[in-house]
């Protein structure tokens, strides 16, 4: 636009004079919501913690995966001209995975075939609650599962045992 021409050296050394670095960018979902999040973190999670320390309660935060035994390899390093091999079984397997952790580190989990359904779901929660003599504060996501009629039905009847919490989008 301005008819300058500058050398890749002079551009690398302009951006490192203004402070900016290469960096990998954070994927963020375009549905976040920065106001909702801010707010959660300031007014809504500070008073989940209350509620736990006088409900004498267990904050479980909470999620799914998916788990493959296919590895993620990144780059690697060999002579020049020489690609490097790395093994691995040819045969795919893939399962999903529910998870809990607590801010102590406690961590409970459960392993199950294909996507995660509103039977799963609470397969899960009846084992996170039987195994604990504490009332359990559970943040999730809002994951469809999460927020079905059968869900919030039996967390109603289970009210003195569990409590679900969410996330901002």
């Known amino acids: 636009r301005t008819g300058i021409k500058l050398s890749l050296t002079a551009i690398g050394t302009y951006l490192a004079a203004w402070g900016l670095t290469p960096q990998k960018p954070i994927r963020r979902a375009t549905e976040r919501d920065e106001a909702a999040i801010k707010a959660w973190m300031e007014q809504d999670y500070p008073a989940i913690v209350k509620r736990a320390k006088k409900e004498k309660a267990e904050i479980h935060w909470a999620d799914e995966t998916g788990l493959s035994n296919q590895a993620n390899y990144g780059r690697s390093f060999a002579p020049q001209g020489e690609t490097p091999v790395i093994p691995r079984p040819a045969k795919r397997f893939t399962q999903s995975m529910i998870s809990s952790v607590t801010n102590q580190g406690k961590l409970r989990f459960m392993i199950y075939d294909g996507a995660l359904n509103t039977t799963i779901f609470l397969t899960f929660l009846r084992r996170l609650i039987k195994d604990?003599?504490?009332?359990?504060?559970?943040?999730?996501?809002?994951?469809?599962?999460?927020?079905?009629?059968?869900?919030?039905?039996?967390?109603?009847?289970?009210?003195?045992?569990?409590t679900l919490f969410y996330l901002p989008p």
């Not at 009332?135 to 079905?148: G, S, T, W």
């Open 132 to 162: 604990t003599d504490r009332k359990l504060f559970v943040i999730v996501d809002n994951l469809r599962v999460h927020r079905a009629k059968v869900v919030m039905a039996w967390v109603a009847e289970h009210a003195d045992r569990i």
